[in-house]
């Protein structure tokens, strides 16, 4: 693990987490609600499904280069997304 990587999936994951809830305003968790949960969906996430799919191996091994870097927006970003959006809808099934 890479501390890089995972502050890049980490950051996208805000990103993809604020923009999962602009898409979605009635499952939204807040602004810091949405920036949180995608950070932390996007940086654990991102760790979880680089490798799995695939993606981890080659990032490693050759550094901090550009394909590792859309690896991390891509993984972490979607995680991030993901992770809000779980989050959101369920703070809403369940605050009724």
Do not use: E, W
């Not at 890479?2 to 805000?14: E, F, M």
């Not at 807040?30 to 979880?48: D, H, M």
């Not at 859309?70 to 997304?81: E, L, P, Q």
Request: glycine share 22%; net charge neutral.
């Amino acid at each position: 693990m890479d501390l890089t990587s995972l502050l890049i999936q980490a950051a996208s994951g805000a990103i993809g987490g604020n923009a999962a809830a602009a898409a979605t305003k009635n499952d939204a968790l807040g602004t810091l609600g949405n920036t949180i949960a995608g950070a932390l969906g996007g940086g654990i996430g991102g760790q979880l499904l680089g490798p799995l799919l695939g993606l981890g191996g080659a990032a490693a091994a050759s550094g901090l280069d550009i394909n590792a870097i859309v690896t991390g927006f891509a993984t972490g970003g979607v995680s991030g997304a993901l992770t809000a959006l779980v989050l959101g809808f369920l703070k809403a099934k369940f605050a009724t």
